[in-house]
């Protein structure tokens, strides 16, 4: 029997490696290249660089070219913004729908489950002649005001499933003590910590990577997203292989920087929330 | 009654201020100005338009043809692939590696389809990397093979949600399957997937709302009159290229409006179809 | 009391919080307004181009050479993925977000801007009498008002890898025929891939630019074969276009087997590495192709006949125009009378070779490989491209019509004639002059 275990637990790790080499091989393959000569790139994809090979240039040349500190600045700033918003947001109506439960409040969690599922692309020639009208092109503000607004139905049915597990003893312990409704939510928001980093991680994701909207909503290197500048520079017709390709592994790095360290809480914040 | 109104209102106004100002309002406003031209009322003259021209019609039926086979390609392979890792996860088998596991399969999913399509484009490349078939250069093989670098990006997502939903799954019954003697396959197949079905069913759905709103990938790969001969043109490239322009074509916000409406009924009929139907009877009975 | 410490302890990191959160919002909301007010105490002036390649020698070069001549100027160069350009310049006219100078594209999609009153008329500029009419011609209205100042023209042709020549005892073809022998022997040996060229389909523009219009004009006799597609008094199944078609074809046997995944770059790329012998590029690829040491050459397009006096197309490739809706009009106009001076043509042509003014000053071309290109007008008939004009003003248009046609020509088995059919039929559902010849 334990025989048959060991085998069989083999098996498992080996199916999980061989996925895993599948998921990071071709990024580490990359990787690599990012820090070798142009001419190594070409003779040898798959080698480590050595002594010889070894260059920072690609990274200097990506950081200096055109507007990628720029980029970089304004994805931050838009996705940090849209994502405070979001959790913000997010936390007050679920509290609110999970505090005062009335049929407006079924109601009002039926309209964000819908939502999440909506195709908000789709309604963006509105939202183009939107910004256009409030002279709100080119500025960070239109993508954080749209973002937001598609961000937070999920957010709210993440968190709504959050709150609930928090059990009414507090609450009501809070409220004999004098507390109003704003304060009973402030005391009861750190149980819900696990939540609100999932709804964090959930918002961020889609916000860094998009291209949709940066594409029709910034006209300018001003406000330029770092997807879409690595997207404009990967497309002009470009020699320079090393600069490519350290700007695509300099875009990765946030992301997966993030996702790597807090995947743990992630991943609670999504089970936790949801096992309930 | 009316305080608990006015407090759960108080609560919910700014996140339902964002989503009807900048999610629901322009899908309502799409619908409304693809009855109209500029300003002129014209009523279906744009839909009109959409179906009967020669160019625009056949690029709007093939788009959907290839959305079409971009889902089902999406569905079959990533579905099955993202509930088999998920089951291995939660099989018990691998103890300590299972964060580790977890971790690293979804990083491909927080990279942008710039850096996706990249990467695979250059492995891909006959005359880069260890393909010797010209993939991406072929009509027949073109959408599929953008299909499944799609696949590969996202498999992290239903990976994460599927695995906290087995997760959630209460050990006890587990347990009393093993002492009855079930098999690991026989546990799976005949207590953790029916548990699960409706999660399955879930991600089905928002595969299918992503495969027929996907964009990203195909633009960033082959630009907005995606080849070879438009094979890899799907909905969400043709829609960008009728209200925005692209090259020396002229963008249309009204026409583009008409193709967003079109595009948000097939979303619509497909979700309602799909809830009418199928998860209905997937809704197991809780415990 | 637990509860009590609970309280203030919560507090003081809530209080933190709101705080942090406060902060946050209130610098956000006023840093993008900020980012997009002007903050200008000098005129601003702003460049919209597709020409993002260029973008080093602007601001290194171009762009301070007039700011340190016109203090209280600063000038801001923005360019945009030639792709987008358009639709891009397109939405900021709308939106009126546009720049104040704007680089004009040749022919059909500026002509859509000057109908709809984006750019100003430029009669009366001073030194726009530095240029032909002709050279003025596809940025001018019906009346001959002209709206944009021709910058540079480029041309197409073949470079060719001089050592692979020698090492095969070639020589640069001048005919049809002898194209063809060429290409043959270097097939023949297999070491190198006798023709690199632009297959994927997103460069598609490259088969029509570098390809049908390189080879064709002597097929259809230069311009007079446009102006007949235009009135509809020729169509492109005729035997002159289809001869170009089936010249463009005669490449397909010499292309990589894998044409339809290699793009501009990697072309280019090949050609750059040897392992390529001959590339067909357009003419500001000088730095690129040909720096300083490489031995390479160029060649132009073969005629049928040995003999014959060969078809050299030169393309005015863009000029600057000013944005109707520009705060700063008379200081775009000032830098616009710059753009025709010998001293700016003159930096134009040395910082970016392969790019050739318009102006009908005599300018030093110290570049040797530019003035190859140059010499390729000797002994031939200049032509403009085809299909640039009246068939590019709507949607469906030439460019996207013919470039798509071009690319499942060139990587599928479909043949000349088909193609050639293909585009006629096409072009006679959308393009009223030529609907009679369905």
Known sequence: MKVQNQSKNLLVHFVMIFFVLLAIGPILVIVINSFKTTDAIFSGPLKLPDSATFTLDGFKRAILNGNFIGNYINSTVITVGSTILTVVCSCLAAYGITEFTTKLATVIAGLFTIGIMLPVTLGTVVILKMMVRFHLLNTHLSLILVYVGISVPLGVILMVTNFKTVSNDLKEAARIDGANEFRTFLIVLPLVKPGIAAVAAITMLPIWNDLWFPLILTTGPKTQTLTLGIQQFVGVHTNDWQALIASLVLGAIPLILLFTLFSKQFIKGLSDGYGK | ?287 | MVQTNYCDWEKMKIRKASLVFAIGISLIVPASVLATSAVAATTTLTIESWRGDDSVYWKKTLIPMYEKANPGVKIVWAPSTSNEYDSALSLRFKGKTAGDVIMCRPYGTTKTFIKNKNLIPLTGLPGLTNFTTQSMQSWSDASGVPYCVPSASVGAGFYYNKDIFKKLNLTPPKTQAEFIAVLEAIKKDGKYTPLAAAGTSADSWALDQMGLELVGPYYWKGDAGGVALDNGTRKATDPEYLAAFSALASWKPYLPKTFSTMGYTDAEQLFILGRAAILVEGSWSVKEIAPPGKNVGIFGAPVAKAGDKPYVQVLADHGFGVNSASPNQAAAKKLLTWFTTKEFAQAYATGLPGFFPLSKDKITIDNPMAQAWLNLRDGAIVTAPIGMDKMNTGTPNFFSVMTNILNVMMTTKKTPAEAAADFQKSLSSWYPPQAKNK
């Open chain 2, 1 to 287: 009654m009316s305080k608990r109104h006015r407090k759960l209102l108080l609560f919910t106004t700014p996140a339902l201020a964002f989503f009807l100002a900048f999610a629901v309002f322009p899908l309502i406003g799409t619908i409304y100005i693809s009855f109209y031209r500029e300003t002129k009322f014209v009523g279906l003259a744009n839909f009109k338009f959409l179906f009967t021209d020669e160019t625009l019609s056949s690029r709007f039926l093939s788009a959907f043809l290839h959305n079409c086979e971009f889902f089902i390609i999406a569905a079959a392979v990533q579905l099955p692939l993202a509930l088999l890792m998920a089951a291995l996860l939660t099989s018990g088998r691998v103890r300590r590696m299972t964060g580790f596991y977890r971790t690293i399969l979804f990083i491909p999913s927080t990279l942008s389809v710039v850096i996706v399509g990249f990467i695979w484009r250059l492995i891909i490349s006959p005359l880069w990397g260890i393909v010797d078939y010209p993939l991406l250069g072929e009509k027949a093989t073109a959408l599929p093979t953008i299909t499944l670098m799609s696949v590969w990006q996202y498999l992290g997502i239903p990976l994460v949600f599927l695995y906290s939903a087995l997760l959630a799954i209460p050990s006890n019954i587990i347990e009393a399957a093993r002492v009855d003697g079930a098999s690991d396959f026989r546990i799976f197949f005949r207590i953790k997937m029916p548990l699960i079905a409706p999660q399955i069913g879930i991600i089905t759905i928002l595969t299918f709302i992503w495969t027929f709103n996907g964009f990203d990938i195909i633009f960033a790969l082959n630009g907005g009159m995606p080849g070879p001969d438009f094979s890899t043109d799907v909905l969400g490239t043709l829609f960008y290229r009728t209200f925005f322009g692209w090259g020396a074509d002229q963008g249309d916000q009204n026409l583009g409006a008409a193709t967003a409406t079109v595009i948000f009924l097939i979303i619509l009929l497909g979700t309602a179809g799909y809830f009418a139907t199928i998860q209905r009877r997937l809704k197991v009975s809780q415990l």
